[in-house]
Each structure stands twice: as C-alpha cells, then as structure tokens.
C-alpha cells in the first residue's frame, strides 16, 4: 500500500532587488508586481538509478506508472542521479543506461525538467576507461542528450531554480559545490524577481541535511566532499530577502525536512531506495507528490509497492 505523509512549508518573504529587463521586469524598468500565484500540483522525485541488474527497470517503470496515479501534476523534477552508473563504467554502457531510462521514462505523462547528479556525470573516473578527449565525457553528454545543467523556469507564479551541485575535481573525481559562474548566475536571477516572488529550489546534492553530519562517524578521510554541498554557507545567504518556499533535494536517499531561517529543506528519499536493495535508512523506494496552496509548499512521499530481489536493509 502506498504511503503519503504530507508537511507544510513556509516561506519568508522580505526585501530584493530587481534587475532591468527580466522576464519580471515591466517595459519601463521598474519592478512588475509578482503574478498571482495559482495553486498547483507537481512531482519530484531522484535516484531512479536505472540500471538492468536488480529488477531496477521494473522498479522504475512501477514508479513512473504510480506517479501517474497523481492526475493533476503539471510537470515532474527528476532530482538527479538518473542512472547507475556512468562515472566509472565502460562508455558502451552508459549509453546503454541513458537508453534504458529513455525507455523507461516514457512510462511518465508528463514534461520532465532535470537535474544533474553525480552519477550522470559521463566516463569522470579513469575506471571507466573513457579519455577526457573523447566528445562526450564529463557533463558534456547530459548537456547534448538532456539540457542545461543549471536554469529557471515559472510556472503559475512561482520561480523555480535549478542547481547543478555536482562539481569535476582535476583528479577526475567530484565534489559537492556551487562554482563560482553558477554563484554569479543565481545572483542575477534572484535579483531580477519582484521581493514578494515564490521560489522553489532545485538541488541533487543537499545544501542543508542532518544525514551528513550521522553518516561522517563511519567515513573514512577522503580527499572531496560528496554528501553534500561543501560552500552551502556561501549559497545559502543568497536566499536571504527571497520568498524561498522549499528547497528540494537529493543525493542521500533519504526522507527528511531541516528547517533553517524559516526555509524547509527537503530530501525526497530515492525511487531506488537503498539502491534497489531495500530500505536506505529506514526510507523505501519512493518519490514526492508537491502541491503549492495559499503560497506554501506541502510535500507527500510515496512508497509504490516495489520489493527488492536481494535486500539489504539499512
């Protein structure tokens, strides 16, 4: 039986500054009062981690196929972490898991906005044994085959914003920043909004989770930080006088809500769960329904029904 469990959310609104000529600006220059925002429902959901080992492939099709049990969804955000693996496996099997999830997704109704994960990331660790040459490697096939790594879009009078979390380190590994051209970028575009404008923000590696700090007493030294994003304390501030409703989040597989100065940060588990082997500590396999009523954000996780072949519960 599916499993939902609705929070509500609050967003502060204070004080921003308007930039002449965007999309919120009036012909005149001066800041055009924010649009009415109209209710709405949508989903999110991350780390399908398709792969065709582990019945994955069904699994993910069981979730596409239950989210469309959410008739009223406008769009779905996939929160990153769209396949297992291209990192660190053969080229011909990345493309093979990108096929497989275009597949796959076809099972959804709905349009599809996208964010990059660390697992999408194309051929990065030498393992993989694709050369930095070679015309697809890095972010460079996620941009070719499924779009920006880092936008905005409105939708009924809310602002969403989109992150691209995932940062390549010259020793071809990752890391979990926001680099300074993305900072730059955010700047802009939330100071281009009227003060009063709703945000939704969009993040595969979370910018504020509780899980990091339970997980570091069992990871050994490593030489990147890749639980979450490392600057959050220079990202975060640029929130600040914004009406940020939610930030929504991936990466740990984890259900979870932080509050921190009146924004809710919300993980929305994992379509994969514990990477299709079960419960990821304590969170099954599952994604989010999002509903925007009255200006505030309500989030409901939902389980689908999908048992792994070969569980290893954490």
């Not at 080992?53 to 406008?74: Q, T, V, Y």
């Not at 989770?209 to 994003?229: E, F, G, N």
């Amino acid at each position: 039986m599916d499993r939902r469990t609705f929070l509500a959310g609050a967003g502060a609104a204070a004080g921003a500054t308007l930039i002449q000529g965007s999309a919120w600006a009036q012909s005149t220059g001066k800041a055009a009062a924010a649009p009415a925002v109209q209710d709405f429902d949508f989903l999110f959901f991350t780390d399908t981690h398709l792969e065709p080992e582990l019945n994955a492939a069904k699994g993910c099709a069981m979730a596409f196929r239950s989210m469309r049990m959410f008739p009223h969804a406008d769009f779905a955000i996939q929160g990153g972490d769209h396949v297992f693996d291209t990192l660190a496996v053969p080229k011909q099997r990345s493309l093979s898991l990108w096929e497989l999830y275009d597949q796959t997704q076809q099972e959804l109704s709905v349009k599809v906005y996208h964010t990059l994960g660390n697992h999408d990331v194309f051929g990065l660790k030498p393992a993989s044994g694709v050369d930095p040459s070679d015309p697809d490697y890095g972010k460079k096939y996620y941009r070719d085959h499924i779009g920006k790594t880092f936008y905005s879009f409105d939708h009924k009078g809310v602002h969403f914003v989109v992150l691209d979390s995932v940062q390549m380190t010259p020793d071809r590994d990752y890391e979990g920043r926001i680099d300074a051209e993305q900072m730059q970028w955010l700047r802009t575009d939330l100071a281009a909004l009227p003060a009063a404008a709703p945000v939704i923000v969009v993040t595969h590696m979370p910018l504020v989770t509780a899980v990091d700090a339970y997980l570091q007493r069992d990871l050994s030294p490593r030489p990147h930080y890749q639980m979450a994003v490392v600057n959050s304390a220079e990202v975060l501030p640029l929130f600040e006088g914004h009406n940020v409703l939610a930030v929504l989040q991936g990466h740990t597989h984890v259900q979870e809500r932080v509050d921190w100065r009146g924004v809710p940060y919300i993980t929305g588990g994992a379509v994969c769960g514990n990477w299709w082997q079960g419960t990821r500590l304590g969170t099954r396999e599952g994604y989010m329904e999002v509903r925007v009523r009255g200006g505030r954000v309500q989030t409901g996780y939902v389980t689908y029904g999908f048992h792994s072949v070969d569980p290893h519960n954490t």
